[in-house]
């Protein structure tokens, strides 16, 4: 299982593009002094609205001081959380870990990230609530039995005593099954030109050598919520393609390619080919596998012949004027000349002016 610390570094997106994500990702940290002792970051479907640390706290987006105003009371219980209930949760569950692990020194990191995730098709709402201990998945509430599951075995004893704990269990029910999802719909409606915004890619066929892979690249889509393939009469394969990993860009959009090995791909075949690009929601941009359509930035190589007739045609032109001049040496007291130092000398040692 992928540590808890690697998804937080990762944070895969949703599997489909028609559900949207409340996050929020809390850090508690002990022994690290460049930071603060408590970070708390607010994320809708990966964009990063607001943050709490050290003495900041506040939206990141122009449109979070709407939401302010028009729900104070949602941005005064994050105001509360971040600087008091869960600074100390955080700093108190921190200090029993290294207790009960027999830690007295080195850096120690507590995270927790909870929220929802909404589809706004159907309407359905699932919640998610996990802690991680120093890069390590720790526990996480089960919403369907309302218990706790241990991770790992060094959580058995934090799973034992917090499902005792039934008023908190169904504090974070709530939270997360009814009041994430109303927050999340004002998050989309505040929010709806940086969150629901939709930027179609720039596709384009890529291959370095004839031999080598055709890769299909697109860039500049957002958001990230993607799919491209390779498709062969309408149907997607697997056999041959290799998809890479999708990559941001310096804009804030994103970038990803799919190869396909054509090497063993008949040349009359290669229309039957499309790399298919699709927000999963939206509408796919095809392209045809047309040799036409391929960019490189291969050189072809200019031939040895080429390269080598001037540099012949100099030397057999000194060796003549040479050869002449030593011939009549005798009578005209010709001494041979020096060779030129590029083409147009010699042309006016063979041509002088008349």
Same mark, same amino acid.
């Given at each position: ?33 460049? +930071? ?52 100390? %949760? ?60 241990? +991770? ?34 004002? %998050? ?7 969150? +629901? ?158």
């Amino acid at each position: 299982m992928k540590t808890f610390l690697l998804l937080l570094l990762l944070l895969c997106p949703a599997s489909s593009a028609v559900n949207h994500t409340l996050r929020y990702i809390l850090t508690g940290s002990s022994g690290v002094s460049a +930071l603060p002792a408590f970070l708390a970051v607010i994320e809708v479907n990966n964009i990063q609205i607001g943050y709490c640390g050290g003495d900041i706290f506040g939206p990141k987006q122009d449109w979070g001081q709407t939401v302010a105003e028009n729900d104070p009371d949602q941005v005064e219980w994050y105001r509360h959380e971040c600087n008091e209930n869960k600074t100390r %949760f955080f700093n108190k569950t921190i200090s029993t870990l290294k207790q009960r692990f027999n830690q007295t020194e080195g850096v120690h990191i507590l995270q927790l990230m909870s929220g929802c995730e909404l589809d706004d098709t159907t309407g359905q709402v699932s919640g998610f609530l996990q802690y991680g201990y120093d890069g390590e998945d720790f526990i996480t509430l089960d919403l369907n039995n309302l218990t706790w599951i241990a +991770l790992t075995p060094k959580a058995v004893i934090t799973k034992q005593r917090w499902d005792t704990d039934r008023g908190r269990i169904r504090f974070d029910e709530v939270l997360l099954t009814r009041r994430c999802p109303q927050w999340l719909k004002g %998050f989309l409606h505040y929010g709806e030109k940086t969150l +629901l915004r939709t930027d179609p890619p720039s596709v384009s066929l890529l291959q370095k050598t004839p031999s080598s892979a055709v890769s299909c690249h697109a860039t500049g889509f957002y958001p990230d919520r993607a799919l491209m393939f390779w498709s062969k009469d309408g149907e997607e394969i697997h056999e041959g393609v290799e998809h890479g990993e999708i990559l941001p860009n310096h804009d804030g959009t994103f970038q990803m390619t799919v190869d396909l090995n054509v090497s063993s791909v008949p040349e009359e075949d290669w229309r039957r080919y499309h790399c298919v690009f699709q927000f999963e929601d939206k509408n796919r941009t095809i392209t045809e596998l047309d040799k036409t359509l391929i960019r490189t930035n291969r050189v072809k190589p200019r031939t040895l012949t080429v390269l080598l007739i001037p540099a012949v045609v100099c030397v057999v032109l000194v060796v003549m004027v040479t050869s002449g001049c030593m011939v009549h040496k005798r009578r005209k007291n010709c001494r041979p000349p020096s060779a030129p130092e590029n083409i147009a000398e010699l042309s006016e040692t063979l041509n002088p002016p008349t």
